[in-house]
């Protein structure tokens, strides 16, 4: 999580610093890649023009029915195909509710590039990378391919959206925005509230810290924090930047002090967020190969507190966790985040995705940080030539107000998920489900069961079948089925 610029590099998976590549294709996640043609802009009539939006279909486990129910992704910053291999919960669940499963890509990611090649030109063509675009874009997919109920025709499907992180926001506002079209949401790991004046700013980083200290070795956080400073005065020299240079075997020499006190810190905030997100009790590889723990695996090194040359030693150890599980990476590389997924959270995160972050230093781990809109404002000027709207999350969707009017969602948290600060913890409308997940990390509810998966998480994916049950039920019985 980078504190003084746009949140970027993290794909909520909301952003995070992300290395698409590396996830491989499961011979059992077979689907139709299939496009649908979709307005640019929804909300005005100054053009008629449309892009190619890409899906994903799979109607094998709906067995030739023709009223089961369809299981919507709403697909986050990132390829959709990323997702649907990802999110193996649905492809456990379709059989037992013969459901078609629909992965639908967000525009501007994957290759949904509403002006091709010039997407990413100009705010003139990149000013089309909203939520309230996306989903427009789903809403329209989704009366093409189960067109609403009428007298004349056959009653429309059931359908329930999921989403996990960014796409379980855009699950739990597409049931708000469009709930004609969805009898229920899934929205794990969702930090809807992580927004200016709901929750306080530096809520994910002691989160963050509170996973390192609980990860097995108590000295672990001290020599995190410590190593900042170790790494700023190793940056102070020639001589410095050359053992540092030697030591981690970057890509691209770090030449000056910046090098290490911007661009490194940087790379190090991200990488501290992204071990904390995937920490599952398995090997997996959605962001980079890491083996089972991997906060554990991380912290395993510091069984004491170190200083010096031991400090640098052992926090080199500590990183090739991530940086080189496989033990194939030849040179580390700072910049593995600039693909254009990332780009466009960027975007996205300097307009509508608005999430304050801030460090102290003392409550947490790193490096002191105030959140500053106006200094945040100027950095997303100067790069991409627009300011932020930091309210238009809470005008749209609510936030703080979920109550009365708002039914049929669940919200799942892993309490080991840095996110989950920003989540929904409690609500007093009895139509809003909330479930807990002590030892999850980042919506591990939504990916494939797993021998070594807690009993929470396995109790937590049958609430949700449950629920999407009883709406689809609920559903039925209204529409006299």
């Known amino acids: ?75 986050n910053e990132g390829d959709i195909e990323l997702f649907a291999q990802n999110t193996g919960f649905m492809w456990e669940i379709a059989p037992k509710l013969n459901a078609t499963l629909l992965f639908a890509e967000h525009r501007y990611y994957g290759q949904s590039m509403p002006f091709g090649n010039r997407s990413y030109e100009s705010p003139a063509t990149l000013g089309y990378l909203t939520s309230e675009q996306a989903l427009a874009d789903y809403a329209y997919l989704l009366t093409v391919l189960n067109p609403p109920s009428n007298s004349t025709t056959k009653q429309a499907r059931p359908v329930v959206v999921l989403g996990g992180s960014y796409g379980g926001m855009l699950a739990a506002w597409f049931r708000i925005k469009y709930p004609h079209l969805v009898v229920g949401a899934i929205a794990a790991s969702a930090p809807i509230r992580q927004f200016q004046d709901l929750t306080p700013c530096g809520i994910f980083n002691q989160i963050l810290t509170s996973v390192y200290h609980t990860a097995g070795q108590p000295e672990c956080v001290d020599n995190i924090r410590r190593s900042w400073q170790l790494l700023t005065n190793y940056s102070a020299t020639a001589d410095g930047l050359r053992v540092l240079n030697e030591k981690f075997k970057f890509c691209t020499n770090l030449t000056k002090a910046t090098d290490v006190t911007e661009t490194l810190f940087e790379y190090l905030i991200d990488v501290y967020g992204n071990l904390a997100m995937i920490n599952y009790p398995y090997e997996s590889n959605f962001l980079a190969p890491v083996p089972a723990y991997p906060v554990r695996e991380f912290c395993r090194p510091f069984d004491k507190n170190y200083t010096g040359t031991d400090l640098l030693d052992k926090f080199e150890q500590a990183l090739s966790v991530y940086t080189n599980y496989t033990g194939k990476t030849t040179c580390l590389s700072l910049n593995a985040s600039a693909a254009i997924g990332d780009r466009g959270w960027d975007f996205q995160a300097c307009t509508e995705m608005v999430m304050p972050m801030c460090a102290d230093g003392v409550n947490d781990m790193f490096p002191p940080q105030k959140w500053d809109l106006a200094l945040y404002s100027e950095s997303c000027h100067k790069q991409f030539g627009i300011r932020p709207h930091p309210q238009n999350a809470i005008i749209n969707y609510g936030g703080q107000y979920l109550e009365s009017s708002i039914t049929n969602i669940v919200f799942s948290n892993g309490l080991l998920d840095p996110w989950s600060g920003g989540g929904v913890l409690r609500s007093s409308n ?13 919506h591990i509810d939504l990916r494939a069961a797993n021998p070594s998966d807690p009993e929470t998480v396995v109790l937590a994916r049958e609430k949700h079948y449950q629920s999407m049950r009883e709406w689809i039920a609920e559903y039925r019985r209204l529409k006299h089925y």
Not at 430 to 442: N, R, S
Request: with cysteine.
């Open 1 to 75: 999580m980078i504190l003084d610029r746009p949140l970027g590099r993290m794909l909520v998976i909301l952003g995070l610093s992300v290395t698409l590549c590396c996830a491989p294709i499961d011979a059992a996640y077979q689907y139709q890649t299939k496009t649908l043609d979709v307005p640019i802009d929804h909300f005005t009539y100054t053009s008629n023009a449309t892009f190619k939006l890409r899906y994903l279909l799979n109607d094998t486990y709906a067995k030739g029915s023709t009223d089961g129910p369809i299981l919507l992704y709403a697909g």
């Open 430 to 442: 009895d139509k809003i489900k909330i479930v807990l997940i002590p030892e999850g990390a980042h």
